[in-house]
C-alpha cells in the first residue's frame, strides 16, 4: 500500500532563517507531488505540484521554493523566512489521472515563524 | 475570486441528527467534486466525490448531492456522530486543466455533540 511521510511535524523558526520541509511517498511510482499550506482561519492553497523529477509548477507568487530530486522525494525550500508564511504545511500525492485527481495528504508540518 | 465556496464556516448538530454541509461554486466547466474531512494537526482525508454527470453519489452514511443548475454540492452525513466533528472541505476540479486544478473551499467546522 501507498504511504506518504512529511518531516518534520512541527518546527519554530526565527524570521530570515532557512526552511527545508520534506515529503516522501512509499508504494508507488511517478506519483503526482504537491504542497498546500494552511494558514490560519483560511483554506487550502497550492503553492507547487510537480508531475515528474525536475518538474516543479508554482500556483503563487511567494518565499517559497520547491524540488523534486526524486521521484517520491518532494521538498519544500525557503532561504529567508517572513513571519507571513507560518502555517500549516501539507505535502500530498496524487496517481490518479481519471479526472477526480483524489489526493491523498501527509500528517502536515506545522509552522511557527517568529 | 473564490471559485468555491463555503459560506457556513462552522455547523454544530446533535447526534443521531443529519449533518448538511454546503458548498457553492462559479465555473460550469468543473466536472468532479468531492470533500474531504480534517481533523486538528492533520492531513485531510478524502471521503467521497462526484462526477457532473451525475447528481447524486452515496457511501455508507454519506452521501454527496450536486445541483448543478444551481452550482451547488452538498454533502450530508446521517446519522452523525461525535466523531464526525471535524472540518469538512469541498473540492472542486476539471478534466483537461493541469494536474495542480483541484481548487478547495475555505471549510465548514462540524460539531456533533452526544
Known amino acids: 500500500s501507498q504511504t506518504i511521510h512529511q ?4 518546527l ?3 524570521v530570515g ?20 499550506r494552511q494558514a490560519a482561519g483560511r483554506g487550502l492553497q497550492l503553492l507547487f ?31 529567508k523566512l517572513l513571519l507571513s508564511d507560518s502555517g500549516f504545511y501539507l505535502c500530498a500525492w496524487s496517481g490518479d489521472n481519471s479526472g477526480a485527481n483524489v489526493l491523498t495528504f501527509g500528517a502536515g508540518s506545522r509552522l511557527t515563524v517568529l | 475570486d473564490q471559485q468555491v465556496k463555503q459560506n457556513s464556516p462552522s455547523l ?3 447526534e443521531g441528527r443529519i449533518s448538511i454541509l454546503n458548498c457553492d461554486y462559479t465555473n460550469s466547466m468543473f466536472d468532479y467534486f ?31 448531492f450536486l445541483n448543478k443548475s444551481a452550482k451547488h454540492l452538498s454533502l450530508h452525513i446521517v446519522p452523525s456522530q461525535p466523531g464526525d466533528s471535524a472540518v469538512y472541505f469541498c473540492a472542486v476540479t476539471y478534466y483537461g486543466g493541469s494536474q495542480g486544478n483541484l481548487i478547495f473551499g475555505k471549510g465548514t ?3 456533533v455533540k452526544p
Open chain 2, 34 to 64: 468531492l470533500w474531504y474531512k480534517k481533523y486538528p494537526a492533520e492531513g485531510p482525508t478524502f471521503l467521497i466525490s462526484i462526477s457532473s454527470i451525475k447528481d447524486k453519489n452515496e457511501d455508507g452514511r454519506f452521501t454527496v
Open chain 1, 12 to 14: 519554530v523558526q526565527p
Open chain 2, 12 to 14: 454544530s448538530v446533535q
Open chain 1, 17 to 36: 532563517s532557512p526552511l527545508s520541509l520534506e515529503c516522501t511517498v512509499e508504494g508507488t511510482s511517478n506519483p503526482n507531488l504537491y504542497w498546500y
Open chain 1, 7 to 10: 518531516w518534520p511535524a512541527t
Open chain 2, 109 to 111: 467546522k462540524l460539531s
Open chain 1, 49 to 79: 505540484y510537480s508531475v515528474g523529477i525536475g518538474q516543479i509548477s508554482s500556483e503563487v507568487p511567494q518565499n517559497l521554493s520547491a524540488s523534486r530530486p526524486q521521484d517520491r522525494q518532494f521538498i519544500l525550500s525557503s532561504k
